[in-house]
């Protein structure tokens, strides 16, 4: 494709050949947690560069529709470890972000809105690993080509006014819903594990097996995208609904997308620990693992490990 | 042709509104497949049943409407792309194994599932489905009925028609039909089934497919061999299997892959190396092992460089993983390919090798080659630089010649990838007018609208 005329995308201009270099294979799908959770190829990765592509070369107009697509992405960049033709998607988003906003199209797509009831305490705009809010004219506001949708202010937040709307079963109502839902009507159910989109599944992609194959499943896997965001109350919901135990799974300290993920959900769970241990339960049953990008092998050894160690213990009494 | 509004609203009606768009931003992602074709469809629908999908036909056939059957888009040679307009039907939301039944070794499933999910299914219950497409992860199980898909293990195991024991499927009128049988054998009537494998979506839309199944063979061994030529590699390949032993996969490198893959490979290449092969061997422990045996010293005797075999699971994935990343690197060299997947009897493989190298020598331009030799599969890819109309020309000549080179030597020009839009003006080259007619026919018979993936196959 040939840009038409002058373009408006004054930063996406510079990534004209990446988006040609994309060959379309596919290969960066299979590791979107958008398109796994919509089935919709608008929302894979391959389609978001289509996108950027039709916007640059004018095939597109910017409309709201199409900025919303290009401002979705949780920024765990597991498409740009998959594409072999070395295609920097999330710089690509990015850039066509700028250029969005510049025209005054803001998504949100993932990215994080304040509600009117932030109490203005400060305590997202500390947190942000990627300087993204900011006190300004209106309040507590975010940068929306900075903010990387890593779900941080959302768990900070204590007034609830940090929200990312669009959170494609990723927020915490979802996951609390799910599991729930999983642990009710799963009479072998054990274990609930929470894993960010790095340390990642090995599980099934996008398929669904009958009833009768995964009536005595013993754990279901939720991604909760960064273990930076996961929240107390989401951690304990399992145990009040008869979980044996909670697994998270992190990625190593050094290799997390949003700085200090790894290191939050660990404080975190350091505390819970100690809740449980309050309550006489064991706090074996609630652990955090690191795993690093796509080791589906070492994630599986993990969680079975961590099954062996519930039953040993035996349900809570 | 725009779709007229009530034509949508009665689509709308059938799925529901939220699994049907005709929103520019959204049609543009279902334009395309893996060819870099692209096309815009009138509507894109997602049907979540096989009644679902004969009412959309039905609506379809009734309104001279062309229908695209899509599962992943990652065709190599256009099928999805719906070149006349229409509305893309995307099997996504049919994503149901619906039953695996290890007493019988068959699985019955969806089009929507994707084929490495179906691996990783059957293979907890120890059993095996064989056909690997190297893009096993994101293509679904209907593309891979749609283009009869192969893969390295096709040289013991068979290309997918090899596992389809019965289809249920809409034809382009809305009738439901079902085809085959639930049982190892069966005969009764024409084979429906092997008609629609490999039909490239123009004769029905497959709904429901029973798979047949192995066990899970007990062990694998991996084994990398290089040779300092690509003559005495492809030489050992059909020397090994005349030695009785069939390996489930027979891949092979020549030197211009190696270039590109060696920062994957775990192990440095020796300096000489101008050829790899990757071979596995499976089944029980003690065949595993002497026909291991035997694979080593034949290739010992035809002057391999080097032999090493994986010594764990991780070692031989690793060798896989570079094996996959091949094919979507080669941009590095130039930024447009042509790629073409002929197939050559086995033993001819040394002289399409050597016939390859003269059309590259004459056209000046970088061919790379890589693919399942032990079935005489090469995926031969012609480099060049789209902007360079004497490049490109040249490339196209190279095409012509590969082709007539492929034909000569008894072949054929498309062993898995099928014909769809791109190879449409070579298909006469090696289907006879007669033959051509009758498969014309029997497009109109399931057909006579032209409205299932129309402009496909036949120019
Ligand atoms: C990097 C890469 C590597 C590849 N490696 C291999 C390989 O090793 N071996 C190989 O054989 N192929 C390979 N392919 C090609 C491709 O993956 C296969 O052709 C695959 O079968 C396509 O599946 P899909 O779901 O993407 O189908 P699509 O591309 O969506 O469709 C393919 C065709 O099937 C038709 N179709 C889809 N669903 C149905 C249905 N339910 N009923 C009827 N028709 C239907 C479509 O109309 C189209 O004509 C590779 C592709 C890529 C990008
Ligand atoms: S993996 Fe890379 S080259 Fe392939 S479709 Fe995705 S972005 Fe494009
Ligand atoms: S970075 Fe993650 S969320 Fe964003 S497009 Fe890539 S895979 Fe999807
Ligand atoms: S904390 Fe995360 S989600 Fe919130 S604004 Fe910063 S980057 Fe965005």
Not at chain 1, 117 to 127: D, G, Q, S, T, Y
Not at chain 2, 143 to 166: H, M, Q, S
Not at chain 2, 219 to 243: N, Y
Not at chain 2, 391 to 405: G, I, P, R, S
């Amino acid at each position: 494709m040939e840009t038409k005329e002058k373009t408006r995308f004054k930063h996406l201009e510079k990534w004209e050949s990446t988006l040609s270099a994309c060959i379309r294979c596919g290969y960066c799908f299979e590791h979107c947690p958008m398109f796994k959770y919509t089935g919709w190829e608008s929302d894979a990765p391959r389609a978001k560069i289509i996108t950027a592509f039709g916007l640059l070369s004018g095939e597109l107009e910017p409309t709201e529709m199409a900025a919303d697509k290009i401002f979705n992405c949780f920024y765990c960049k597991r498409c740009e470890a998959a594409c072999s033709s070395g295609v920097t998607l999330t710089e690509v988003f990015t850039d066509a972000k700028k250029d969005l906003v510049e025209m005054g199209l803001r998504g949100p797509g993932t990215t994080s809105v304040t509600y009117l009831n932030c109490a203005r305490c400060l305590a997202c705009v500390k947190a942000c690993p990627h300087e993204a809010r900011f006190h300004g004219e209106d309040g507590i506001e975010t940068d929306p080509v900075k903010c990387q949708a890593c779900g941080i202010c959302v768990e900070v937040c204590p007034a609830g006014a940090a929200k990312i709307e669009h959170n494609f079963g990723t927020g915490r109502e979802d996951l609390i819903t799910e599991s729930t839902q999983f642990l009710s009507t799963h009479a072998s159910a054990k274990a609930i594990v929470f894993a960010c989109n790095w340390s990642y599944y090995p599980d099934m992609q996008a398929s669904r097996l009958p009833e009768s194959e995964t009536h005595d499943k013993d754990y279901e896997i939720y991604v909760n995208m960064c273990a930076g965001r996961l929240e107390s109350q989401l951690l304990m919901a399992p145990f009040l609904h008869k979980a044996w135990g909670v697994l998270v799974a992190a990625c190593p300290e050094d290799e997390c997308q949003h700085k200090n993920g790894n290191t939050r959900a660990k404080k975190l769970i350091q505390g819970l620990q100690s809740t449980l241990e309050r309550v006489n339960i064991d706090p074996a049953r609630l652990q955090v693992v690191e795993i690093p990008a796509g080791d589906k092998t070492l994630f599986q050894a993990e969680i079975d490990t961590f099954i062996d160690r519930l039953n040993a213990m035996g349900p809570i009494r | 042709m725009a779709m007229c509004a009530s034509v949508y609203r009665h689509l709308q009606k059938l799925v529901g509104k939220e699994y049907v768009t005709r929103n520019k931003e959204d049609l543009l992602c279902y334009s395309y497949d893996a060819t870099g074709t692209s096309c815009l469809p009138d509507a894109v629908v997602f049907p979540a049943s096989e009644t679902q999908v004969a009412d959309i036909m039905k609506l379809a056939w009734e309104k001279r409407l062309p229908i695209i059957p899509r599962g992943s888009g990652s065709g190599m040679t256009g099928g999805a792309v719906p070149i006349q307009g229409g509305v893309v039907l995307v099997t996504t939301r049919m994503n149901n194994i619906i039953a695996i039944d290890p007493e019988n070794f068959t699985a019955t499933v969806e089009p929507g599932v994707i084929v490495s999910d179906l691996h990783k299914a059957v293979e907890e219950r120890g059993l095996f489905y064989p056909p690997d497409p190297a893009s096993a992860a994101i293509c679904s199980i209907g593309g891979n009925i749609g283009e009869c898909a192969g893969g390295p293990r096709a040289v013991k195991y068979g290309v997918t028609r090899e596992y389809v024991l019965g289809l249920r499927a809409v034809l382009p009128c809305g009738d439901i039909i079902k085809t085959g049988v639930s049982t190892a054998k069966g005969v009764a009537g024409y084979d429906l089934t092997r008609l629609i494998v490999g039909s490239e979506g123009t004769l029905a839309l497959v709904t429901q497919i029973i798979l047949k199944l192995l066990p899970k063979p007990e062990c694998v061994s991996t084994l990398a061999v290089c040779f300092d030529d690509m003559h005495k590699a492809a030489k050992a390949v059909s020397g090994i299997m005349r030695l009785a032993v069939i390996p489930r996969c027979v891949e092979y490198l020549d030197e211009a892959s190696l270039g590109l893959v060696k920062d994957h490979l775990r192990f440095a290449l020796p300096d000489q190396a101008r050829a790899l092969l990757i071979l596995e061997v499976d089944g029980d422990a003690r065949t595993v092992k002497t026909q291991t045996d035997l694979i080593m010293d034949f290739c010992k005797k035809s002057m391999a460089l080097d032999i090493r075999m994986a010594q764990d699971q991780t070692e031989a994935a690793a060798l896989w993983e570079a094996r996959k990343a091949l094919s979507p690197i080669l941009y590095k060299i130039a930024n447009q390919k042509i790629n073409e997947d002929i197939v050559v009897p086995i033993s001819r493989i040394p002289d399409m090798v050597a016939r390859i190298k003269k059309i590259q020598q004459a056209s000046g331009l970088t061919i790379v080659s890589f693919g399942h030799a032990g079935d005489g599969n090469i995926h031969c890819n012609i480099m060049y630089d789209k902007q360079n109309a004497s490049q490109a020309k040249q490339a196209q000549k190279a095409v012509d010649q590969l082709f007539e080179a492929t034909l000569e030597l008894g072949g054929t020009i498309t062993g898995e990838h099928g014909v769809g839009l791109t190879k449409m003006a070579y298909l006469s080259l090696e289907i006879g007018p007669v033959e051509l007619d009758l498969m014309k026919k029997i497009k109109a018979v399931f057909d006579s609208r032209q409205i299932l993936n129309p402009g496909k196959i036949f120019a």
